[in-house]
């Protein structure tokens, strides 16, 4: 008699797993031998025929590997995941943009790249008598001479702060003459509140330490050593040609550095547009004083040397004149000192 169908099928189950385990290990590389094996030098798997009647399993393609390299360089790799793919993107494209701005510090110019170069001159120390005298022409009350001592030298920039400077760094051009188009032209129409503003913005980009000259600064820079009305010498016969104003600025102003410089190489100290200093107005002091700064506080602050729209008695050395900070005027503007 045969035997119990479940006997039957219980030997043949045992018999396929001795099958398999033999063939398993006929088909398995020697361990020692796999590292020099080339991917074309290995052998094919041996088939595995399943047993009559018998589903053939396949392995879960997360299963870890039976053996090994063979197995490894057989298989295909796992595609990656989605979100890796993104991940290594964004870290790329992270990566190229910090290397971007770490390039482009390296090869910034000490201004703002779109920032045109100015330039400054070297003021040494020194002491002048600032104030004019009673008998210079034009002079009004409160140009009362004292001497001055400057115990520092400081860099006073040779022109005008221009236009496009003023847009390079607050992104617009509030002048009135913007509209001649021409980006040489002096910056107007901005408070000395907003040149303060303009002032913190360029010092934060830079790092710099740009600031407004004193009063006392301003006009030590504008004598260049000379101790008349102007720069040139007494009377307004030159000044046609070291400064734009009211005779021949054609009530506009001009680009910077088209008239004669001082003899220290500054343009447009006499005229084309007026320059806001750092002092709040007041008296000057009586007697001898070091590094003057100005009354501690005040309504009007300090504005010097004429512009287009003034007469040649306000363009002198001394005069002064002085307006609220938060006041702007087309022919009013400023320079940098450092
Ligand atoms: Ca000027
Ligand atoms: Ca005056």
Redo the contacts with the bound molecule.
Sequence with gaps: MGKNPNDRFATAVALRDELLSYMGERGRPDPGAVSVLSPDSLPEPPPLEPAAGQTPTLEAPTAPPQSSQKTLLVEAPAPRPKWMLTLTAVVSVAVIAIMAVFVRMLLTPPWPADFPQTDFVWIAPGEFTMGSPDTEAGR?P?ETQYRVTLSSGYWLAKYEVTQEQWQAVMGANPAIFATLRDPKLPIENVSWDEVQLFIKKLNAAEGTDFRLPTEAEWEYGCRAGTSAAFSFGEGNARLGECAWYKENGQTLTHPVGTKQPNALGLYDMHGNVKEWCQDWAGPYPVGPATDPQGPETGTARIYRGGSWGTDGA?CRSA???FLAPTKQGSDLGFRLCR
Excluded: I, K, L, M
């Design positions: 009004e409160d306000t005069d002064r004149s």
